[in-house]
């Protein structure tokens, strides 16, 4: 009985950390012209790298614009408004990531297109959620046993107390397996 309370309490341990997690991402921001004043009715074009979708958004009175429910992926980020000059930028947007940017547009009758790039940021100033991202080249190139999702799970850094825990775990199993010379199940 001591041992069924035990595994319950390691599995519901090991599920803490997915809770509320989601597989999109956020952009949001304000944009600026030179003056730091918010620019409203400005178009934002978003458009993913590697899907080519496309996602178009007005900002409003105050200069404030969201895109919520992206998909990881870098994207480009296109501003226009009627008198100023059209900025482009790229970043990349993580898995749960809530970036917040602030896009400043700059007065010009000619078309010109500035092309920045910027990195997200490392560390999440909006809420206290801790996320990793296994890149998609890791999945392919690691050796994996099996592909077992454990595997690349063990390959993130994540709190000492999960992994110390699911170490043990392993260790306990492997014991009991010695000992009896079959894998016992709870039911």
């Given at each position: 009985m001591l041992r069924i309370f035990f595994y319950v309490l390691l599995a519901g341990a090991l599920a803490l950390p997915t809770a509320g997690q989601s597989n999109y991402g956020d952009i949001s921001g304000t944009v600026r012209d030179s003056q730091h004043l918010p620019v409203a009715g400005a178009t934002i074009q978003l458009t993913a790298?590697?899907?080519?979708?496309?996602?178009?958004?007005?900002?409003?009175?105050?200069?404030?614009?969201?895109?919520?429910?992206?998909?990881?992926?870098?994207?480009?980020?296109?501003?226009?408004?009627?008198?100023?000059?059209?900025?482009?930028?790229?970043?990349?947007?993580?898995?749960?990531?809530?970036?917040?940017?602030?896009?400043?547009?700059?007065?010009?009758?000619?078309?010109?297109?500035?092309?920045?790039?910027?990195?997200?940021?490392?560390?999440?100033?909006?809420?206290?959620?801790?996320?990793?991202?296994?890149?998609?080249?890791?999945?392919?190139?690691?050796p994996l046993n099996g592909r077992m999702l454990i595997d690349l799970v063990l390959r993130t850094p994540a709190p000492a107390n999960i992994t110390a825990l699911f170490m043990n775990f392993c260790e306990t199993a492997r014991w009991t397996q010695a000992r009896s010379h079959r894998w016992e199940t709870i039911t």
């Open positions: 790298s590697s899907t080519l979708a496309v996602r178009r958004i007005t900002t409003n009175n105050d200069g404030h614009f969201e895109a919520p429910a992206l998909l990881p992926d870098e994207y480009e980020i296109k501003t226009e408004a009627s008198g100023f000059a059209a900025t482009v930028e790229k970043v990349r947007l993580e898995v749960g990531q809530r970036m917040d940017i602030e896009i400043k547009l700059s007065l010009g009758s000619l078309k010109v297109d500035v092309t920045v790039s910027a990195a997200g940021e490392a560390l999440h100033t909006t809420d206290a959620s801790v996320g990793e991202v296994v890149e998609p080249k890791s999945i392919r190139e690691l």
